[in-house]
């Protein structure tokens, strides 16, 4: 009777394991959504009127503490909301000088497409389609990272990698008017492909990938940095002619792919620039704002900076290294590909903290398959990391996305 329990139970650990992949980073977000929708819900009465500023295009006027539904679409969701609507214009909007003005060409088409989608499908309001088309693929991207990062980390550590990026500062952007969740998801599908070298499938979700953000050349690095240690090691491990000529395609599709969006403005609106100076309307909206590379090296002691900022990044690629050997080297790469491409094009504001998110997988550093926790330090684990975000959540919510006079910080 004991052997028959016991063999009952090791069945039974077997298919949870063999489920685990899909169900329990889809709990995590499931759990994390709830909590992000409750930080939304209390952070909404410090929300002023949302009638028009300077900084935000106001497409569906609100009153003060919106509520939960109010609150999805601040700032960037108020443009996809436009782009929905009415779609790209074909002349680009000038103040009375001629000189061109934001617009929404500046905003990639994948996502409002796939709301548009929804919308038209079923009777949802732009808000809760475009929350369902967030949520929908910030799942997914969940199950992506967890199922790639298992057989690496464990499954405690891929776990809490789900976890602390549902939990990153800005994760309520996960379930708002955002690109963050569909960025996340194909930069992930494309890690994923890249791993498992299916490079036809790669140079597609590239393509992809060109439509939703502006950061396939990171990715195009990141397959051309692939290929090189791949031919390095080739005397480990054969890198045959097929397969390098359908990586070769991959970097000049990803690479190719950067110009498509300002390829279709240029056709649109007839000047060839169209997408360029759409861009430099946001910029010159920050007066004095360049990126942080710029930033630093006009400070009079930029130069002196950015060798500090370099020696400490070196040292801490240095002492993450072996810890960091357990991703693999695509995933350990794209980390500081990504990252040199935001200190290179990003500006030093609250935009930055979004974009940290896309770098996945140091949000949980630990990579160790040493000794297996108790269960009493998972939990203690796990509650300090969920208390931990939860109040970086509410701090950003509150300085960054809360629209009001007095903490209009400009995401």
Known sequence: ???????????????????????LPLAIFAFTRVVGALILVLMSDQQDARVGTSGMRVVDPAPADPGYVGMLTNWDGQWYADVVRDGYPSRLPTDGDGTVV????????????????????????????????????????MVIVFRMLESRVGRFNAGMTVLALS????????QAAYTESLALLVVVACLSLLVSRR????????????????????????????????????????????????WLLALVVSGASFGLWPLVCALRTGRADGFLVSQKAWIATYPGRGTWLLDILHD????????????????????????????????????????????????????????????????????????????????????????????????WVRFFYVLGPDRLMFP
């Open 300 to 395: 009079p002691a930029g130069r002196a900076s950015l060798l500090a900022l370099s020696a400490l990044a070196i040292g801490v690629v240095v002492v993450a290294r072996r810890r960091a050997s357990a991703w693999g080297s695509d995933l350990r790469w794209w980390v500081p590909v990504y990252g040199l491409y935001l200190l290179a094009t990003a500006s030093p504001m609250a935009s930055s903290i979004r974009y940290a998110m896309l770098a996945v997988v140091p949000w949980w550093p630990s990579t160790e398959q040493g000794p297996a926790l108790t269960r009493s330090r998972k939990v203690v684990v796990v509650c300090f990391a969920v208390a931990f975000g939860v109040v970086c959540q509410v701090g």
């Open 199 to 246: 490079y036809g499938a790669l140079a597609v979700m590239a393509v992809v990938l060109s439509l939703t953000r502006p950061i396939v050349l990171p990715l195009a690095l990141l397959i051309a940095v692939h290929g090189g240690l791949r031919w390095r090691h080739r005397a480990q491990e054969p890198f045959p002619a097929a397969e390098r000529r359908r």
């Open 102 to 141: 934001q617009n929404t060409w500046a905003f990639y088409p994948a996502y409002p497409a796939l709301v548009r989608a929804v919308m038209a499908l079923s009777p949802l309001p732009f808000a809760l389609a475009a929350s369902l088309v967030s949520m929908a693929a910030g799942a997914g991207a």
């Open 167 to 174: 939990l990153s500062p800005a994760a309520v952007l996960f």
């Open 1 to 23: 009777m004991v052997d028959v329990v016991a063999t009952r139970a090791v069945v039974v650990r077997a298919r949870t394991a063999a489920t685990s992949w899909w169900w």
